[in-house]
């Protein structure tokens, strides 16, 4: 199974082109802090502005960084299924262990669709496959049944969960299949759906405060709520800040402040955070520093 804290890591930018020394030297921190697995190439990382030769070194520089001491899932994904496919096909040369695959965005298929396009995914290759369910960046929502049915499917191991809806996300753990994950993508959720039994979680806020966070899911382990709730606290305050405006830019900004990247650039269509949300994310950061 595929638990604990995932980091959907983010892809640093200098000069428009990709930073490798701070990319190589984000893994570094980010496994010394006790991630459970690694996420590059998802929405954090800003995958639909990188082109085939950077997706190609970015998963090469990856799993040598790595080098096996964590999972390694690629994000993997998009709205025609015979191009997700021959992406696959392509990156398969490289030793990661599996993908995460969104849900087909903007010609929203109904339930079989989406049930036929990750089977024909899960098909085509021998890796893992966890799908990405988030309704308010594809439009449209993979339902709890047809998620289900295609658990089924032997090389499809997990979710990511994003649906946007603690009453779909509540029913998916009361329902889940025994060996099949479920990990939140709601950073504000991370602690109601490991109390309720989640399995992990794939948490882009877990760049900032990763030991709380690294704690949560320890003090879960140990059955050990009020631990958990404590550690979660200052979490909680946090996250939402993180989100007011778009991914991954104010985590990028904070990164930067703290000298882990070169630069908080981003590539367009995103562009930098405005000096309100700086000036509010420099205000939390003194304040956690001087509690």
């Known amino acids: 199974?595929?638990?604990?804290?995932?980091?959907p890591i983010i892809t640093p930018f200098r000069d428009g082109a990709?930073?490798?020394k701070s990319y190589e030297r984000l893994i570094e921190h980010y496994l010394a802090l006790g991630i459970d697995g690694l996420f590059p190439l998802g929405t954090t990382g800003e995958s639909p502005t990188l082109d085939e030769a950077e997706i190609d070194k970015l998963v090469e520089r990856t799993v040598a960084v790595v080098a096996g001491r964590v999972p390694v899932f690629v994000g993997v994904g998009g709205n025609a299924t015979r191009k997700v496919e021959k992406e696959l096909k392509r990156l398969e040369r490289f030793a990661f262990d599996g993908i995460v695959s969104v849900c087909p965005y903007y010609n929203r298929p109904g339930q079989d669709g989406l049930i036929a396009h990750f089977r024909a995914i899960a098909a085509s290759t021998d890796r893992d496959v966890a799908i990405y369910n988030i309704p308010y960046r594809t439009a449209v929502n993979l339902s709890n049944d047809s998620l289900i049915e295609l658990a089924e499917v032997k090389n499809i191991v997990g979710v990511k969960d994003s649906s946007g809806s603690i009453a779909q996300s509540l029913d998916l753990l009361a329902r889940k299949p025994a060996g099949f994950s479920v990990l939140t993508g709601e950073d504000a959720l991370y602690f109601t759906m490991m109390a309720n039994g989640g399995d992990g979680g794939i948490l882009a806020a877990s760049h900032l405060m990763t030991d709380g966070f690294v704690e949560v899911g320890r003090c879960f382990a140990r059955n050990d709520v009020t631990g958990a709730r404590m550690a979660w606290a200052p979490l909680a305050a946090l996250a939402p800040l993180l989100f007011c405006e778009a991914n991954p830019m104010p985590i990028k900004y904070l990164l930067w402040r703290q000298g882990l990247i070169?630069?908080?650039?981003?590539?367009?269509?995103?562009?930098r955070i405005s000096d309100g949300l700086?000036?509010?994310?420099?205000?939390?950061?003194?304040?956690?520093?001087?509690a």
Request: hydrophobic share 50%; proline share 6%; with cysteine.
């Open 278 to 290: 700086a000036r509010r994310l420099d205000a939390a950061t003194a304040e956690r520093v001087a």
């Open 262 to 271: 070169a630069s908080p650039e981003c590539r367009l269509p995103l562009t």
């Open 1 to 7: 199974m595929i638990t604990g804290l995932w980091l």
């Open 18 to 20: 990709v930073d490798f």
